[in-house]
């Protein structure tokens, strides 16, 4: 497509796209020395940073994948040298270097980790003389913890064998170099101190680059050699070489053999034909290591990097996330300014107020109400003081205490008439205490009684 046709109309996103392949196709390898700034580290795993100088700066993000492989920690400030291939951030339209590879500049990335650690470890006193054990005159037995295959235990077992044949060896095989080397040879310290079958231990490797050696720069290994109860001599590279586990030993020898020299006795040194067997495989593998790098990165080129277009969308994963705690943020603020408007108006109208007047209306009426209900009662008193008075007053009881006398029928009823009664009916006569049955003999009825 011919994008510089007469009313040719792109998107923005087709137009960035358009960009971004022809930096990613024509700056796809670059190295670029900057001063770091803006340095951040999300928890992605990812590098966000810019590398400025007097007139420029540029913006630059190392994904998970390599920035895991750093042997030092960038900072602000740091001047460093990066390798990496232009591209372009679809969402802000930015163009920016996705780095494979970090180094400070004027000093190596291993150079620097290698600097931080001791300073780290020193201010802890890994490496204070105090610490430091002296090695037995006479060791019966020596513990070499190295690699069973290299140089550097064929070197320690012909100096131990000429130089004192009667002394025992004991061999802890480790790797002592690459991926998990530096775990093997801790866990081999701690278990030749647990085994306590050793007076001295010798721990090391031949000489080679500063990442062969580098599994003796590891934390982990300067702790084990700080812990031994055994006294430790560490033989790691050449004379130059120097490692954290030198430090941290009770004892540096410069070379493998000078430190079975150093264990038993002072003899004639092999460094010589030492140096020139490690300088030929060191020579090696460096050009090993160069064919294969050189294969590594023609496969690269002829494949298309999908983590590309995953670091992209990791990186809008992390811009999203801020713009997300960001209105997190504002929306807890606004809400804690609700709460303190609200909380200010219900101080205004405190109900404390309101409540003390109904509490003190209440007690009035709760008074009120027992005056009435004592008057009521004193009312109620009289009332039932007067009817029972006239009760009294009324009661046949109170007829029957004067001498007159109630008579009933079998039956119950009241005899108030002599034409209710004839001669021989019984009669029973209540009185004001007790009864009395009767029968009546005669009768004396009134004139108008009709029998």
């Known amino acids: ?3 510089f046709a007469e009313k040719t109309i792109l998107t923005v996103s087709r137009l960035t796209a358009l960009l971004r392949g022809v930096l990613e196709e024509n700056f796809e390898q670059v190295w670029v020395q900057g001063e770091v700034s803006n340095l951040s580290f999300p928890s992605s795993g990812h590098l966000y940073f810019t590398l400025k100088d007097a007139g420029a700066q540029l913006r630059g993000v190392m994904f998970k994948g390599s920035a895991k492989n750093l042997k030092f920690r960038p ?16 969402q802000r339209g930015e163009y ?23 300073e780290r470890l020193a201010r802890e006193g890994l490496f204070d003389e105090a610490h430091k054990q ?5 060791p019966r037995r020596i513990g070499v913890i190295t690699s069973p295959t290299g140089a550097a235990i064929h070197d320690i077992l012909n100096v131990l064998k000429r130089r004192f044949a009667s002394v025992e060896i004991l061999l802890y095989p480790v790797r002592v170099q690459g991926e998990g080397a530096a775990g093997e040879i801790a866990r081999a310290i701690d278990e030749m101190n647990r085994l306590g079958l050793a007076d001295v ?51 540096r020898a410069p070379t493998p053999s000078a430190a079975a020299e150093l264990v ?83 101080m205004h109208t405190n109900p404390v107020r309101t409540v003390e007047g109904l509490r003190q209306r209440v007690s009035l009426i709760t008074l009120r ?7 009521k009662l004193e009312g109620i008193k009289l009332v039932f003081a007067g009817a029972t008075t006239r009760l009294e007053v009324l009661s046949p009881l109170k007829t029957l205490s004067r001498g007159y006398a109630i008579a009933t029928t079998a039956d119950g009823a009241v005899v108030s008439d002599t034409c209710q ?5 019984r009669l029973r006569v209540h009185l004001l205490r007790g009864r009395a049955l009767c029968r009546v003999e005669d009768i004396e009825n009134p004139p108008d009684c009709i029998t």
């Open 369 to 375: 109400c027992e005056r009435l209900m004592t008057g």
């Open 134 to 138: 002296p090695l037995p005159t006479f």
């Open 1 to 3: 497509m011919d994008i």
């Open 264 to 346: 038993v006795a002072s003899s004639v040194e092999l460094r010589t034909r030492l140096e020139a067997l490690d300088h030929r495989l060191r020579l090696a593998l460096e050009t090993r290591l160069a064919g294969l790098a050189s294969r590594i990165d023609g496969l690269r080129r002829a494949l298309h990097d999908p983590g590309t277009m995953l670091g992209h969308l990791s990186q809008r994963v992390d811009d999203l996330a801020g713009r997300l705690e960001l209105a997190l943020r504002n929306s807890a603020i606004r809400s804690r300014g609700q709460l303190d408007r609200l909380q200010a108006g219900l």
């Open 96 to 118: 920016q270097l996705i780095c494979e590879y970090l180094e400070p500049a004027g000093v190596g990335a291993l150079q620097l980790a290698f600097m931080q650690l001791k």
């Open 421 to 425: 009664l004839a001669a021989g009916d």
């Open 201 to 251: 231990l010798i721990v090391g490797r031949g000489g080679g680059s500063l990442e062969d050696l580098w599994a003796f720069n590891e934390e982990v290994v300067a702790r084990a050699v700080y812990r031994s109860k055994l006294p430790v001599i560490s033989a790691v590279g050449h004379e130059t070489d120097w490692t954290i586990c030198d430090f941290a030993a009770d004892l």
């Open 75 to 90: 900072g602000d400030g740091m001047s460093l040298i990066a390798r990496g291939r232009i591209s372009v951030y679809d």
